[in-house]
């Protein structure tokens, strides 16, 4: 494919990215919340975004089916990053990844007394690691959504979720007891399509990179 494919998520990631597209020179000739295609065309004919899944833009960078991508720390984490360049931290979509526990549970007090946990989340190797390095037992449990739900239903004692204002966790009784990192979203890139189509793609993480807040 020659000219540039740009993958992205709806929502977000595409609002936040809008911006940096635009100090590049990019505008996307539609709004994926208002249409329903899957690939749109932009003022370049040479230039294309397509939109998937936040956690498929990774896949779609490493075989190279798009040449950039933007893609949360949280997505590249679980992905493990092969394949990929990772160039710039764009400051967009930010929060943090934390442990939520219901409003009433001791947390630091089963952590102390070794406790074997349950702990459900979307985010297993991101999970798996911090409790691992804090020598802390638990048992991993895969959800694809609604982690806050878990802990009241009683399916685990505490979740790794993403988190911004809090809100959500206040709707449903949880704190957060333990910050994990802060989360922002990167640029990715192809990395055979960056030595093959560098004189497309060098310009563009250039205005991006001057386009960073
Ligand atoms: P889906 O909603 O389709 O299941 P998703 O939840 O991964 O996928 P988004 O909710 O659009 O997709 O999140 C995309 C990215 O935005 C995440 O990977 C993360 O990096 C970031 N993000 C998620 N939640 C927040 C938040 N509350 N505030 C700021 N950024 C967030
Ligand atoms: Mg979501």
Redesign the pocket.
Known sequence: MSGITIAL?????FEETLPLLAAAGIVPAEDPEKSRKLIIGTNRADVRVVIV???DVPTYVQYGAADLGI?????LLEHGGAGLYQPLDLNI???RMCVAAPAGFDYAAAVRRGARLRIAT?YIAVAREHFAAKGVHVDLIKL??SMELAPLAGLAEAIVD????GS?LKANNLVEVEEIMS???RLVVNQAALKMKRGLLQPVIAAFEGAIR
Do not use: E, F, N, Q
Request: charge should be positive; aromatic fraction near 4%; include cysteine.
């Open positions: 998520s709806k929502g977000r990631i899944r936040a956690s893609a949360g720390k949280d997505v979509a930010k929060c979307k694809y959504g993403l988190v911004s204002s959500t989360i922002s979203s």
